[in-house]
């Protein structure tokens, strides 16, 4: 579950099924809804989150632990979807400001 945080600032939360024993795993900076995805073994989550005024891709373990930044460039990545084999990441690429005419 992607939670807001106000304006900017956002969150990934692991709840139960039920709704309880909430579990914040990640802070980040977005300006709009960036897209989440589960590995196929459950084990890590993939987001789309604001570095360096790009949205880029992230992972975090599903138990918790430190964030790994998967992307980097002048392109904005968001929605990432896991393939079934877990070996690759699709995501919508957006154009940065700097590409729009």
Not at 74 to 101: K, M
């Amino acid at each position: 579950m992607e939670a807001s945080q106000g304006e900017e600032r956002h969150a990934l939360w692991v709840v139960k099924l039920d709704g309880s024993h909430a579990e914040k795993l990640a802070e980040y900076l977005m300006f709009t809804y960036g897209g989440v995805d589960w590995t196929p073994d459950g084990k890590t989550l993939v987001y789309a989150a604001l570095t360096d005024h790009r949205m880029q891709l992230f992972a975090i373990p599903r138990k918790g632990g430190p964030v790994r930044k998967l992307t980097s460039g002048d392109v904005n990545l968001f929605q990432p979807q896991v393939s079934p084999d877990g070996r690759l990441i699709a995501a919508t690429r957006g154009a940065a400001a700097h590409e729009r005419s």
